[in-house]
């Protein structure tokens, strides 16, 4: 672990050229120019001219943006970027396009493995201006020490499930349940959510995470909710993310996902939904409309918009602006890799344009505000993804004089639309420095990524032996181009 500077201690970045500054009379984010932002310990103490304190650091703001850490508000990345080069064409035409249950069934991570793509994914994160997590994954021993090591403010979400997918060579879908694994991964997620807010790094914190909407029991869900409630800690499961799903609850229970989530009072201020892409407005699933979006309305739910995993099926979330103006909190994920929220945000940016045929449908701010104060909301959190006086210290500093940044007239735009993390030079989180001149001080990427390689050759190997039709890892997803 590199040095970080005594929490007390006062930084100052001294004339920034940009601030992208929190408004608190209008709630909103906002250009300032020329002016210095100083922190002490984990908390910002001054946004405006003139800094008249004593500092132990003094940074030359003169060619800097200064904005709020990002939020990514649902990632894998115990498993995720065990993917690359195997999800991004991968789909299974005959269920909606959906590969989600052929490649989970055939495509097992280990353990070892896991380790190794977490500190790839955090370091990805972190080198592109994200400072906090939710990462929903399976849990293992190393989970929270990993992430207290990477340095990042995380939200940890230990996943668990009463049913396993199972598939049957009509290539339909059938679900194993096991009510009593379902019950000791819910008594595990009660314990590390409890423990977790005593961890000497002081940035972690726990999150209900019933895996998906149709692998959980009622008594699950129910006591899933309760539990969330009584913690006054937040709850997030997967829905409406595949047209498999919608015929499964449809089947089962004789309504919509948001329907059912509706009837067992999981939807609320507390209740962070990853996708919620197919509610009963959406062209494919031809409902009768509002219904579904009013209710996340109603009842104050946020939504974690993931735009790449659905968009490289074909399908789209349709759309931000509906949603937003529907009075919906968004906030985004990375879900897949790259987890760059970054370029995620150009990506949900420009799909919802395309999905509404409106180029208003979403604008700049709203999907920055997403990225930022959405996810902090979504997570109960009114002292993230701002710069503010009294915010946590969770601040990114970007480099206006990358070319590609140049001309930096409208720098949030040149960073989105263009830039992304290559702009992103120094990263704070809690005050403390975890990334400097692009590179992160607390993890060794490289090195992560090279045991992910032998893990990702580990995985592949045993493919046929998982498959439902015993199939190689080439045969379910070939590569680009033909091996000559
Ligand atoms: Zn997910």
């Given at each position: 672990?590199?040095?970080?500077?005594?929490?007390?201690?006062?930084?100052?970045i001294?004339?920034a050229a940009w601030v992208i500054a929190?408004?608190?009379?209008?709630?909103?984010?906002?250009y300032r120019r020329d002016v210095?932002v100083?922190?002490?310990?984990?908390?910002?103490?001054?946004?405006?001219?003139?800094?008249?304190?004593?500092?132990?650091?003094?940074?030359?703001g003169r060619d800097t943006m200064v904005m709020p850490?990002?939020?990514?508000?649902?990632?894998?990345?115990?498993?995720?970027?065990?993917?690359?080069?195997?999800?991004?064409?991968?789909?299974?035409?005959?269920?909606?396009?959906?590969?989600?249950?052929?490649?989970?069934?055939?495509?097992?991570?280990?353990?070892?493995?896991?380790?190794?793509?977490?500190?790839?994914?955090?370091?990805?994160?972190?080198?592109?201006g994200?400072?906090?997590?939710?990462?929903?994954?399976?849990?293992?021993?190393?989970?929270?020490?990993?992430?207290?090591?990477?340095?990042?403010?995380?939200?940890?979400?230990?996943?668990?499930?009463?049913?396993?997918?199972?598939?049957?060579?009509?290539?339909?879908?059938?679900?194993?349940?096991?009510?009593?694994?379902?019950?000791?991964?819910?008594?595990?997620?009660?314990?590390?959510?409890?423990?977790?807010?005593?961890?000497?790094?002081?940035?972690?914190?726990?999150?209900?995470?019933?895996?998906?909407?149709?692998?959980?029991?009622?008594?699950?869900?129910?006591?899933?909710?309760?539990?969330?409630?009584?913690?006054?800690?937040?709850?997030?499961?997967?829905?409406?993310?595949?047209?498999?799903?919608?015929?499964?609850?449809?089947?089962?229970?004789?309504?919509?996902?948001?329907?059912?989530?509706?009837?067992?009072?999981?939807?609320?201020?507390?209740?962070?939904?990853?996708?919620?892409?197919?509610?009963?407005?959406?062209?494919?699933?031809?409902?009768?409309?509002?219904?579904?979006?009013?209710?996340?309305?109603?009842?104050?739910?946020?939504?974690?918009?993931?735009?790449?995993?659905?968009?490289?099926?074909?399908?789209?979330?349709?759309?931000?602006?509906?949603?937003?103006?529907?009075?919906?909190?968004?906030?985004?994920?990375?879900?897949?890799?790259?987890?760059?929220?970054?370029?995620?945000?150009?990506?949900?940016?420009?799909?919802?344009?395309?999905?509404?045929?409106?180029?208003?449908?979403?604008?700049?701010?709203?999907?920055?505000?997403?990225?930022?104060?959405?996810?902090?909301?979504?997570?109960?959190?009114?002292?993230?993804?701002?710069i503010?006086?009294?915010?946590?210290?969770?601040i990114v500093l970007v480099d206006l004089q990358d070319?590609?940044m140049?001309?930096a007239?409208d720098p949030l735009r040149s960073l989105i639309?263009?830039a992304?993390?290559?702009a992103v030079r120094d990263?704070?989180?809690?005050?403390?420095?975890?990334?400097?001149?692009?590179?992160?001080?607390?993890?060794?990427?490289?090195?992560?990524?090279?045991?992910?390689?032998?893990?990702?050759?580990?995985?592949?190997?045993?493919?046929?032996?998982?498959?439902?039709?015993?199939?190689?890892?080439?045969?379910?997803?070939?590569?680009?181009?033909?091996?000559?």
């Amino acid at each position: 672990m590199p040095a970080t500077s005594p929490s007390a201690a006062t930084t100052l970045i001294r004339n920034a050229a940009w601030v992208i500054a929190w408004d608190g009379s209008n709630g909103g984010h906002v250009y300032r120019r020329d002016v210095d932002v100083a922190f002490a310990g984990d908390r910002i103490v001054h946004v405006g001219p003139a800094f008249a304190g004593e500092a132990d650091r003094i940074i030359d703001g003169r060619d800097t943006m200064v904005m709020p850490g990002l939020i990514d508000s649902h990632t894998h990345p115990t498993t995720e970027p065990f993917f690359k080069g195997i999800r991004e064409e991968h789909g299974v035409s005959r269920m909606g396009n959906s590969g989600l249950y052929e490649r989970s069934i055939a495509f097992r991570p280990d353990l070892e493995g896991r380790h190794a793509a977490m500190e790839v994914a955090y370091a990805e994160m972190l080198q592109s201006g994200v400072t906090s997590v939710v990462d929903l994954s399976s849990p293992f021993d190393d989970w929270p020490e990993i992430a207290a090591k990477s340095g990042i403010r995380a939200f940890l979400a230990p996943t668990y499930r009463s049913a396993e997918w199972r598939m049957e060579p009509d290539f339909s879908l059938h679900f194993d349940w096991n009510e009593e694994v379902g019950r000791r991964g819910f008594e595990r997620a009660v314990s590390l959510v409890d423990s977790l807010p005593s961890h000497p790094s002081g940035r972690l914190s726990g999150v209900f995470c019933p895996a998906q909407i149709e692998t959980c029991t009622r008594d699950i869900f129910a006591d899933s909710i309760a539990a969330a409630k009584e913690r006054g800690v937040p709850i997030t499961t997967h829905i409406a993310q595949s047209t498999n799903e919608l015929k499964e609850v449809a089947e089962r229970y004789g309504t919509t996902p948001l329907g059912f989530a509706d009837e067992i009072g999981l939807l609320g201020p507390n209740c962070l939904l990853a996708h919620a892409i197919f509610l009963d407005h959406h062209s494919i699933v031809g409902g009768d409309g509002a219904r579904d979006i009013a209710r996340l309305a109603e009842t104050g739910t946020s939504v974690a918009h993931c735009p790449t995993p659905v968009a490289r099926y074909g399908h789209q979330f349709e759309y931000f602006g509906r949603y937003a103006r529907a009075g919906v909190n968004l906030a985004i994920g990375t879900d897949v890799s790259p987890h760059n929220l970054l370029e995620e945000m150009r990506t949900a940016l420009i799909m919802a344009r395309v999905a509404a045929r409106d180029m208003t449908a979403v604008t700049t701010p709203e999907v920055f505000t997403a990225a930022t104060v959405g996810g902090a909301r979504a997570m109960l959190r009114d002292d993230l993804g701002k710069i503010d006086v009294g915010a946590k210290a969770d601040i990114v500093l970007v480099d206006l004089q990358d070319p590609a940044m140049m001309p930096a007239r409208d720098p949030l735009r040149s960073l989105i639309y263009t830039a992304a993390e290559r702009a992103v030079r120094d990263v704070f989180v809690d005050g403390h420095q975890v990334v400097a001149d692009r590179k992160v001080l607390t993890l060794d990427r490289l090195a992560a990524a090279h045991r992910l390689a032998e893990a990702q050759a580990r995985m592949i190997d045993a493919v046929p032996s998982r498959d439902f039709l015993g199939r190689s890892a080439d045969e379910i997803t070939p590569l680009s181009l033909p091996l000559a």
